[in-house]
């Protein structure tokens, strides 16, 4: 079986090699992956893991092989998954219970865009309760995780704020269901009910002293590089008992990942969700869609097809 796998003497720290066929155990199906996606936190992790780390969680595919236990999918289902590893690879085992059977019209290229990205969306905006005439701002916003924001945040029914990166980016937004797009937090924005956070530093101090209060602002990345902020307690001066929760998805309830992937791909299929694929490559270009990633001269999911 041929996969990817870190090698400190490839271009790129990565090579495309013949490897070992995937070990599941009871509880996996094999999956032969037919298209897997690209996270920004898989770039911090190809750096650590430099020699015999096999990397990917976003895959979709077909089961090759169902659970021994009879927990998941048949063989022949359509799915998408979460896998612990190995994704970038021919086939993966993946837990049954972090696999989704796919609808028919949704391809393998707008599901592989969906699991880290759209889990992380979908139980984010979860943390601040109901959605319906919220106000929520969603920093990062045309990010993969703030682009599904700004949909389900719209879907449910929330007055939605997003924030970008430059005003090139407003008209996408808008397009996603935004009711403002702002490329700057001013001191007239808000109150919001609900922010979610993934650039961090300035833009989360700022993010706070626009809070309503009660409100929930949920922290899920450091997109702008910038890992430490302080804060102190009059920050939080104009919003008395709002919460501030540091969110990481595989701590968020693993084992219902597969329904929530489910949600997502009906999703998709009714048409009420875009993916938002921003580059689409053979697997063979995957080093250069990494460099792409993080040079960010993509904007949108990456995802890798993989032949037949």
Not at 253 to 278: K, M, S, W
Not at 281 to 295: F, G, Q, Y
Request: hydrophobic residues 45%; proline residues 6%; charged residues 20%.
């Amino acid at each position: 079986m041929r996969g990817h796998i870190t090698d400190p003497g490839a271009e790129g720290g990565l090579a495309l090699r013949e490897l070992p066929e995937p070990e599941p155990s009871p509880h996996d199906v094999v999956v032969g992956v037919g298209a897997y996606g690209l996270n920004r936190g898989e770039l911090a992790l190809l750096q650590q893991r430099t020699d015999g780390w096999r990397p990917g969680q976003d895959v979709a595919g077909t089961v090759l092989t169902e659970a021994a236990d009879r927990s998941g999918p048949p063989e022949g289902s359509r799915v998408v998954g979460i896998a612990d590893g190995g994704g970038w690879s021919a086939r993966v085992a993946v837990p049954s219970h972090r696999v989704a059977v796919l609808p028919e019209q949704v391809t393998f290229e707008q599901a592989a865009a969906l699991p880290v990205a759209g889990l992380t969306a979908l139980r984010t905006l979860r943390q601040g309760g109901a959605l319906l005439g919220a106000r929520v701002l969603v920093t990062g916003a045309s990010g993969g995780v703030g682009s599904f924001a700004v949909q389900l945040a719209a879907a449910g029914g929330a007055e939605v704020t997003a924030l970008v990166s430059g005003k090139h980016r407003i008209g996408a937004l808008r397009g996603l269901g935004a009711g403002n797009v702002v490329t700057g937090i001013g001191e007239d924005a808000g109150p919001f009910d609900l922010v979610l956070d993934g650039v961090g530093g300035p833009v989360l101090a700022e993010a706070i002293h626009r809070l309503a209060p009660g409100a929930t602002l949920v922290a899920y990345g450091i997109a702008g590089g910038a890992d430490r902020t302080p804060l102190a307690f009059y920050d939080f001066a104009a919003a008395p008992l709002a919460r501030l929760v540091g969110f990481f998805v595989y701590a968020s309830g693993e084992d219902t990942f597969g329904r929530d992937l489910g949600v997502l791909a009906t999703l998709v299929d009714r048409g009420r969700l875009d993916p938002q694929l921003g580059s689409v490559r053979d697997w063979a270009e995957t080093t250069d869609a990494v460099e792409a990633l993080r040079r960010r001269t993509v904007t949108g999911k990456t995802v890798l097809t993989v032949p037949n």
